[in-house]
């Protein structure tokens, strides 16, 4: 099986939401980062399916569409 690609982020967290992330990973016997990664999936799925975000997405999508017809001079 070929090593899956990933990407490196740095993850700036304080001190007492690190210890429990710490906490979380020994006693599941897992390492910090595959339980960061499994929370981050998770907020990423919870986010595909909130009609609030969804509605953000779009603003911003508009916003930028607009900027970027202003700046070829599309108006």
Same mark, same amino acid.
């Given at each position: 099986? #070929?090593?899956?690609? /990933?990407?490196?982020?740095?993850?700036?967290?304080?001190?007492?939401? !690190?210890?429990?992330?710490? /906490?979380? #990973?020994?006693?599941?016997? *897992?390492?910090?980062?595959?339980?960061? *990664?499994?929370?981050? !999936?998770?907020?990423?799925? @919870?986010?595909? /399916?909130?009609?609030?975000?969804?509605?953000?997405?779009?603003?911003?999508?508009? @916003?930028?569409?607009?900027?970027? @017809?202003?700046? @070829?001079?599309?108006?």
């Amino acid at each position: 099986m #070929a090593k899956e690609a /990933t990407k490196n982020i740095l993850l700036r967290l304080d001190p007492e939401l !690190a210890e429990h992330l710490q /906490t979380v #990973a020994a006693v599941e016997g *897992r390492s910090v980062s595959d339980v960061a *990664r499994e929370a981050i !999936a998770e907020l990423v799925d @919870r986010r595909r /399916t909130d009609s609030g975000f969804s509605r953000l997405l779009e603003e911003n999508l508009s @916003r930028h569409e607009e900027s970027l @017809r202003r700046l @070829r001079g599309d108006d």
